[in-house]
């Protein structure tokens, strides 16, 4: 009876070893399944794309003219290897932080001036409109003639680039500042510059970040206008220097390049202004 008994106490045992944890499944936040989703339909889109640029090669395109993706990858490897990309794009991202944060304050600063003052706005709106349509490209050989080749002419074309974005929707963001808020900050005591700084600016945020954002990828495609004037560095440089000897596989390193590195830099943006900028913005003008 004794042999029985500790025989069923092993077995109990071990079935309770093997019977699976019966607590509550793993369940995912809603944040985190949207990341996990955009993160799948981003894999299949590139891979997608990456199988229709290689089989394009050679058949809807001449290979001459459109580097396979096995030439630039191994073009990529041999310029990391040597250095020389990490050098491209350094110079490229220094001008184009500079270029972007200078263009950003300058935008702000101006922008809340002509949104805030009337007769500002009625008498710089006509300049901006007549400004605004020409490309940084076009801006280039005034440049030249402004500043020379030296680094300032390509800060200068970044910087266009820059501001009219920020500055136009920084003035919108601060003219439709809602007029109760300003009132009932008026009924309470504050001052203009209390009101200005407490109300109107934070009222503004949402649409100065997008302006921000927007520029962010208008300065990455001012880079290559800017590195048109005498440069011998940057992706700009790269790209335009590849063209003129045809190598195919470098110049598509270099647009390959500025492509994730203007994603990236996008990416890392989002990701301050989700962390410090949530209570101006609603969760969907994050992503």
Not at 52 to 68: D, E, I, K, P, R
Request: glycine share 8%; with cysteine.
């Amino acid at each position: 009876m004794l042999r029985v008994q500790t025989s069923r106490h092993e077995s109990s045992v071990t079935r309770a070893d093997i019977r699976p944890a019966t607590g509550r499944p793993i369940v995912f936040r809603p944040s985190v399944r949207r990341g996990l989703r955009k993160l799948s339909i981003a894999i299949v889109a590139l891979t997608a794309l990456g199988l229709a640029w290689h089989f394009s090669v050679g058949t809807l395109f001449n290979s001459m003219l459109v580097a396979s993706p096995e030439a630039t990858f191994s073009k990529i490897g041999q310029m990391l290897a040597s250095g020389e990309l990490l050098l491209h794009v350094g110079v490229s991202l220094r001008r184009v932080l500079v270029g972007y944060i200078v263009g950003c304050l300058l935008g702000v600063v101006l922008g809340a001036v002509i949104g805030r003052i009337r007769i500002v706005a009625e008498f710089v709106d006509p300049i901006i409109e007549l400004v605004r349509p020409i490309s940084p490209v076009a801006m280039v050989p005034l440049a030249m003639l402004w500043f020379g080749i030296g680094e300032a002419s390509k800060y200068f074309i970044i910087i266009y680039a820059t501001v009219i974005i920020v500055l136009l929707n920084t003035a919108a963001g601060v003219s439709r500042t809602p007029i109760m808020r300003i009132r009932a900050a008026y009924c309470l005591g504050a001052t203009d510059y209390q009101v200005f700084r407490k109300v109107i600016l934070p009222s503004a945020v949402p649409y100065i970040l997008t302006g921000m954002r927007v520029a962010l990828g208008f300065s990455f495609m001012g880079i290559v206008a800017a590195e048109l004037i005498g440069a011998r560095e940057g992706i700009g440089f790269l790209i335009m220097n590849s063209q003129l000897l045809l190598q195919t596989d470098q110049l598509f390193v270099g647009l390959l390049t500025l492509g994730v590195l203007g994603l990236i830099v996008d990416r890392i943006f989002r990701a301050v202004l989700a962390r410090s900028m949530r209570r101006y913005m609603q969760s969907d003008e994050l992503i």
